[in-house]
């Protein structure tokens, strides 16, 4: 194992044999970049080469200027994003600094970490043209890339309709299609597969795959779901906190030879290898930190025994079917519900308790009365406490059934009930106090200029004093880890702090139920752990969380009950468990997280078939923990705030 040198505090990267080439088709060299009105340079002296053929991932915290150096790579900095660059970027023997973007797209395509961003066309095709076109490409080569790139991401029959129909994974192939038909031998891809479900994952690692093996391709990845990457990354790239590169190797020997050192700088694991981390803690001899379910299995059916698990590993059961057969409570009046007169009613002593949320008969349309109907007869009951996680392949219905819940678009009324309210009849300020949303895009609830006065927003307009509302923001900063950020537009964090200002404007008025959309999106292993304990935590102390997430691993691991879309219509509802270990979850199209696949595999041990979750293996490592910037009494001061 390679060993680290230095002063204290500094560590030296490390480079395991990394091909050496005459010619990159990309150099850095001590390149430092500093947004406009940042206080200091994230990345920092960064230097490194990618060659023909290579695919380089990028790690490091949020926050650590992944991002920041991938908007470099094609000229977007210094050329169009307010930043000072130091150092230099060569692309194809190009200085980026001097040269125009335009140029330098024909030798490098991007595609962002908000799909949104890059969208600016009326149609699916139309869209994948404009770059081509603008290339002055003959008509016939732009109308093949069309097709060939938006056949790869399953969209070429949807080639006529508009952007704004498609879900938001629906929206990130799309940019994915318009970068593959630019046909560059370098292409950036930042988080590209955070808004898409497991089979679209593996569409997208399919066709990148396709391009890494044909060799005249450099792919730089940034990427914090590596369950899926590993297998496609040849070399990984890690920056620390600062924004300085501290690891620099093959794959193997970063992921697996220095995990714990990843660990230490809060860096995303695949979850096999966190799992074996623990079996080895427990004692387990696994020679080799896996890196895929597959040889996670392998290593475990290789060992005559493994360690007694701590707990019983749960019971396979049915989950609950959301069907006529089912008792069904509309919450409207009899005369009201699709059901007709006669049907079973709410029982009059049914008093519905604080942060319950009861769904009846529920249709939703997109773009109004006249717009397709994309969620269809859902009966949902969240009881008070639950963690629901919504799952489902992109364009289910998930997020515009979350969205209909927490008001955030219209519903048909009677056919809400949340914290006992209707959101297609109270009012905005209302039902706020009932109810805090995060949007799967955190620019979208975006509102004021600096990150303390969006969190202060909320908070003003509900009439909170001004020295109370002072502390509050100060805490809320605090406990995200955004203090240095408060002056900062929100605009200008990074995706990860974005993301936590998000979730703070959702949490710091106390509401007692709380929904979230894609709520790890853009974060670092440390920040999602903190932001996952500190929901856990409000949940036991009695706040109801619904989650929408394309994460199965994360399901398994905090989500207390699951609730599975599928063509906008509710298939099944029931504890995580039994929804995890049933059948449901392959038939929704979706699959089994990491850990389930391995031990679900595994020949020797029957008895693991079952287990799921982290937790429910012996060891320590990984262990969730309430990290230093939120308090162990947050769930309690919370709910103190919301009874005041």
């Known amino acids: 194992m390679p060993s680290r040198t230095g002063s204290a505090g500094h560590r030296h990267p490390h480079a395991f044999g990394s091909p050496v080439t005459p010619a990159p088709l990309l150099r850095l060299d001590g390149v430092r970049i500093r ?10 002296g960064v230097s490194f080469d990618v060659a023909p053929g290579e695919v380089v991932l990028l790690l490091g915290p949020s926050g650590s200027g992944k991002s920041t150096l991938a908007l470099a790579l094609d000229g977007l900095i210094p050329h169009d994003v307010p930043a000072t660059l130091e150092g230099t970027v060569t692309l194809a023997g190009l200085d980026t600094r001097t040269t125009p973007v335009g140029a330098l797209s024909e030798h490098a395509a991007m595609v962002f970490q908000d799909p949104d961003a890059q969208i600016v066309t009326g149609t699916l095709l139309d869209e994948v043209c404009f770059a081509t076109e603008n290339q002055l490409l003959p008509l016939d080569e732009v109308l093949a890339r069309a097709q060939e790139s938006l056949t790869r991401v399953g969209l070429w029959e949807r080639r006529f309709d508009n952007p704004d129909t498609l879900s938001g994974g629906g929206r990130q192939r799309l940019a994915i299609a318009c970068a593959l038909a630019m046909r560059t031998p370098l292409l950036v891809l930042d988080e590209p597969t ?6 679209g994952i593996d569409e997208v ?6 391009l890494a093996t044909d060799g005249d391709h450099a792919i730089v990845l940034v990427e914090h779901n590596l369950d899926q990457a590993v297998g496609l990354v040849d070399r990984v790239v890690v920056l620390d906190a600062s924004g300085r590169l501290v690891l620099d190797g093959p794959v193997r020997e970063i992921l697996g030879g220095l995990a714990h050192d990843l660990l230490d700088l809060g860096v995303w694991l695949p979850v096999s290898t966190l799992a074996a981390m623990r079996l080895r803690e427990a004692g387990a001899p696994i020679p080799e930190l896996p890196l895929t379910p597959a040889e996670l299995t392998a290593a475990l059916d290789a ?9 019983p590993a749960g019971r396979a059961a049915t989950p609950r079917r959301s069907s006529s057969e089912a008792y069904r409570d509309p919450v409207s009046d009899p005369a009201e519900s699709r059901y007709g007169a006669g049907a079973p009613t709410r029982p009059a002593d049914a008093v519905h308790p604080s942060g319950g949320v ?39 219905g998930k997020s515009t059934l979350l969205q209909a819940i927490a008001g955030v678009i219209p519903a048909p009324k009677g056919r809400i009930l949340i914290d006992g309210l209707d959101p297609a009849t109270t009012d905005p300020r209302t039902l706020a106090r009932h109810v805090g949303f995060v949007f799967q895009n955190p620019e979208h609830q975006f509102i004021t200029h ?8 909320g908070l003003r307009i509900q009439g909170v004093p001004d020295d109370e509302r002072g502390a509050r923001v100060d805490a809320m900063l605090a406990r995200f880890g955004l203090e240095a950020h408060r002056e900062q537009h929100p605009f200008l964090l990074s995706g990860g702090q974005k993301r936590r200002l998000s979730v703070g404007t959702a949490l710091i008025a106390g509401a007692p139920v709380l929904a979230l959309d894609e709520p790890t999106f853009g974060q670092d292993r440390e ?12 949940n036991r102390g009695g706040t109801t969380v619904l989650v929408v997430t394309h994460d ?10 699951v609730a599975v879309m599928g063509g906008g219509r509710l298939l099944g509802v029931g504890p995580t468990e039994d929804v995890l270990a049933g059948a449901l979850i392959e038939e929704a199209g979706l699959r089994r997280p990491p850990l389930a696949r391995a031990t679900a595999a595994l020949g020797r041990h029957p008895e693991w078939h079952t287990v799921t979750r982290l937790a429910q293996l012996p060891g320590r490592v990984d262990e969730p923990h309430p990290p230093a910037e939120f308090p162990a009494d947050l769930a309690e001061a919370t709910a103190a705030e919301r009874l005041a």
């Open 35 to 44: 947004h406009d009105g940042a206080d200091r340079a994230t990345p920092d």
């Open 194 to 199: 955070a808004n898409l479900d497991p089979a």
């Open 205 to 210: 690692y399919a066709v990148l795959g396709e």
């Open 303 to 311: 060992l005559d025994s493994l360690p007694a698990l701590p707990a």
């Open 358 to 396: 009861r769904v009846r008969g529920l249709d939703v349309k997109r773009g109004g009365k006249r717009g397709p109907t994309v969620v269809h007869g859902v009966d949902l009951d969240v009881e008070p406490g639950d963690f629901l996680a919504i799952v489902g392949v992109n364009g289910a």
């Open 450 to 457: 600096t990150a303390a006065e969006e969190l202060d927003h």
């Open 527 to 538: 920040r999602a752990t903190a932001l996952l304990d500190l929901l856990t935590a409000l």
């Open 552 to 561: 199965l691993q994360l399901v398994a691991d905090y989500a207390t009950h």
